[in-house]
């Protein structure tokens, strides 16, 4: 079975899971008076991570989930208006923030234009509300496929939010696979941002984890919310640790599913009836059934059984991930298998 359902999927290596054996460990809830915890493999994971994109102090979370829901409610109470993109996982996949139980938050939508970057436009008639408490993107922007949010666009996005004085949260859960494809350091991407949350789970290969960048005060104040939501871990080197060696291995090979994807969409050009996203930059890439007489969940069921794994994500869409462990063979087979169907349809 060729399992593109998504880069979560990555198993820990042996080399990966090794470095949990002899990681300094201590308990990362009991802070010293700097408000640091005494893991010192945590300390040195979220030091490693800040000092890689250029931000001053990191936070390890348990999830990119967290990450960004610890981001939010530190930078809003409730009642607060958050601009956020109609397609964004923030939105579409996590709640707590504005959930009427929990953050008790509201939002104001902004959509992307036609090259996937958030208009700005609207973005200014927003900020103009005066309304807005923060304003959150997503680099790579998972429902539209992996698409990358260019330094340009970042940096109007930055000169707006000075101009009205709004912190910018960025949900990197994919930000190295955005640096790569643009080829910058994730820094460049980072610099336009006052928070940013990656994961280490997805292409990175780690099994667990998150970070969340920004200044020292923001992430003392978000260790705050972060034990609100009950995430102050213990001896969390044992996931810092293999978090390190992802940072330390892991992102130059984030180019190889880049190139297993394009791989795979190249040959999947001229299909029948089954529709392609047009420009694929990074891991993701995207099927449209809406003209192929198939729903999304029918089309997944008969790739199943031909032995190729995928989901419907999004409207008439399908998501196929590339990540470590899926070679270009798999990719390959992955085509042909979509190939087979797209004919039968
Ligand atoms: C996966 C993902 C997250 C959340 O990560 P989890 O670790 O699954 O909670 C956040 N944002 C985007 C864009 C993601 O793809």
């Known amino acids: 079975m060729i399992d593109l359902r998504s880069d979560t999927l990555t198993i820990p290596d042996k080399p990966m899971l090794e470095t949990i054996l002899t990681a300094p460990l201590g308990d990362d809830g009991r802070l010293d008076a700097e408000g640091r915890g005494e893991d010192p493999t945590?300390?040195?994971?979220?030091?490693?991570?800040?000092?890689?994109?250029?931000?001053?102090?990191?936070?390890?979370?348990?999830?990119?989930?967290?990450?960004?829901?610890?981001?939010?409610?530190t930078w809003c109470r409730p009642g607060d208006t958050v601009l956020i993109n109609d397609r964004q996982h923030l939105d579409r996949s996590e709640k707590t923030a504005f959930d009427p139980r929990f953050g008790q938050l509201r939002k104001a939508m902004y959509r992307l234009d036609d090259q996937f970057q958030p208009d700005l436009t609207e973005i200014e008639a927003?900020?103009?509300?005066?309304?807005?408490?923060?304003?959150?993107?997503?680099?790579?922007?998972?429902?539209?496929?992996?698409?990358?949010?260019?330094?340009?666009t970042l940096?109007?996005?930055?000169?707006?939010?000075?101009?009205?004085?709004?912190?910018?949260?960025?949900?990197g859960a994919r930000l190295f696979n955005a640096a790569i494809y643009l080829g910058v350091p994730a820094s460049e991407l980072c610099r336009y941002?006052?928070?940013?949350?990656?994961?280490?789970?997805?292409?990175?290969?780690?099994?667990?984890?998150?970070?969340l960048c920004g200044t020292r005060d923001f992430i003392q104040e978000a260790k705050q919310t972060r034990k609100l939501m009950g995430g102050a871990m213990r001896q969390a080197?044992?996931?810092?640790?293999?978090?390190?060696?992802?940072?330390?291995?892991?992102?130059?090979?984030?180019?190889?599913?880049?190139d297993h994807c394009a791989r795979c969409a190249q040959l999947?050009?001229?299909?029948?009836?089954?529709?392609?996203?047009?420009?694929?930059?990074?891991?993701?890439?995207?099927?449209?059934?809406?003209?192929?007489?198939?729903?999304?969940?029918?089309?997944?069921?008969?790739?199943?059984?031909?032995?190729?794994?995928?989901?419907?994500?999004?409207d008439?869409?399908?998501?196929?991930?590339?990540?470590?462990?899926?070679?270009?063979?798999?990719?390959?087979?992955?085509a042909r298998i979509i190939r087979e169907i797209d004919a039968e349809l």
């Not at 900020?127 to 429902?143: A, R, V």
């Not at 940096?155 to 949900?171: R, W």
């Not at 008439?316 to 992955?334: N, P, Q, S």
């Open 42 to 73: 945590v300390n040195k994971l979220e030091d490693t991570a800040a000092a890689l994109i250029g931000k001053e102090a990191g936070l390890l979370c348990a999830s990119g989930t967290m990450g960004n829901q610890v981001a939010v409610l």
């Open 126 to 152: 927003a900020f103009k509300t005066g309304n807005i408490k923060l304003l959150c993107f997503e680099n790579t922007h998972n429902y539209s496929g992996g698409t990358c949010i260019t330094v340009a």
């Open 155 to 171: 940096k109007e996005i930055a000169a707006l939010a000075k101009t009205y004085g709004i912190p910018v949260h960025m949900d």
């Open 193 to 211: 941002v006052d928070s940013v949350q990656f994961c280490f789970s997805k292409g990175l290969g780690a099994p667990i984890g998150s970070v």
């Open 237 to 258: 080197g044992v996931i810092a640790a293999p978090a390190l060696y992802a940072l330390e291995h892991n992102i130059p090979r984030l180019q190889e599913d880049h």
């Open 268 to 314: 999947l050009q001229g299909l029948k009836k089954i529709g392609i996203q047009k420009k694929v930059e990074t891991n993701i890439l995207m099927l449209d059934m809406k003209d192929a007489g198939i729903t999304p969940q029918a089309f997944c069921d008969r790739a199943r059984e031909k032995g190729l794994l995928i989901r419907p994500i999004i």
């Open 316 to 334: 008439t869409w399908v998501r196929l991930v590339f990540y470590k462990g899926i070679t270009a063979a798999d990719a390959e087979g992955a």
